[in-house]
């Protein structure tokens, strides 16, 4: 496939930009380039087909199946994606004064309550603009946890050399001593080099899983879990919502906590004392 700039005619172009609909203001002459800018000359037809044939080349969730599991690549419902591009949201500035961004800031606070009501927490944050800034904040939140119980020793992290990059970084960045455990030909984590590193299995090092799922039982230690119930959880938060639109609730209105079971399958590999 050629590249843009091999595509490039000379004298060919296009006119996509609006009209301006403010007051020009040159740059001050020390900020303007000396040469002009290399760009290639295209017109609309040549420009739409090229990024078309690299999006025919591009793979995704929507053409197949993705082991990779980033962040990135999860499906967006479609009425998800228009409602993001209505222009009350993405004609935002981050630097307009708060006095006109009230309406999304409304949406982002309704969120957060339904969110609290939902899963049963007390508070949750949008903060986290990615999956890197949620782990580093989780991190910093372990931190001041370990912190309020005099725990200070407790300062190191271990991270299989199959983690995410932002892992080890977002450890190092909130002040922990990442420790890096290889993995194993099956994509676990590599419980011998584990031990080798001088950790024992529950007695230094307590693992626990959360989902329960099939891979638990086949390691050495058997893994700890929570078992959740994902369809329980699923049809109460449809029933909430339900509840929510019939009874036209307001924002004000008292948050309405539902916990929802778990269940702690006990197996190997968390130490006794913390079993019980």
């Known amino acids: 496939m050629k590249l843009i700039f091999e595509r490039s005619r ?9 009209s301006l609909d403010v007051p020009a203001a040159p ?8 040469t002009a800018p290399r760009l290639p000359e295209l017109g609309e037809s040549d420009l739409s087909r090229h990024y078309q044939a690299l ?10 199946f993705y082991p990779l599991g980033s962040c990135t690549m999860k499906y967006n419902p ?6 993001a591009a209505l222009p009350g949201f993405t004609g935002l500035h981050p630097l307009q004064p708060a006095h006109t961004v009230q309406g999304a800031q409304a949406v982002l606070n309704r969120t ?12 949750v944050t949008l903060q986290p603009a990615a999956g890197a800034h949620g782990e580093f904040l989780g991190l910093l939140l372990i931190k001041a946890y370990h912190r309020s119980r005099g725990e200070l020793g407790r300062n190191k992290i271990i991270v299989p050399d199959s983690a995410h990059g932002t892992n080890p970084a977002s ?12 993995s194993g030909a099956d994509g676990c984590v590599d419980v011998e080099a584990l031990r080798a590193a001088g950790k024992r299995l529950p007695e230094d090092v307590s693992v626990a899983g959360i989902d329960d799922s099939w891979a ?61």
């Open 171 to 182: 450890a190092v960045m909130a002040g922990f001593q990442v420790i890096n455990i290889p």
């Open 55 to 64: 999006a025919r080349r591009a793979f995704g969730v929507c053409d197949g």
């Open 216 to 276: 638990g039982i086949h390691i050495s230690p058997k893994l700890t879990t929570a078992h959740f119930y994902y369809e329980d959880c699923g049809a109460e938060a449809a029933r909430l919502l339900l509840s929510m639109a019939d009874q036209k609730r307001r924002d004000d209105a008292p948050v309405r906590q539902t916990m929802l079971g778990y269940t702690v399958v006990r197996r190997e590999s968390v130490y006794s004392n913390f079993q019980n």
């Open 27 to 34: 740059l001050p002459e020390k900020y303007r380039r000396k």
């Open 10 to 18: 000379p004298g060919r172009g296009n006119d996509l930009l609006p």
């Open 112 to 123: 957060e309550h339904l969110l609290c009501e939902i899963t049963g927490m007390d508070a």
């Open 78 to 83: 479609k009425l998800g994606e228009e409602a």
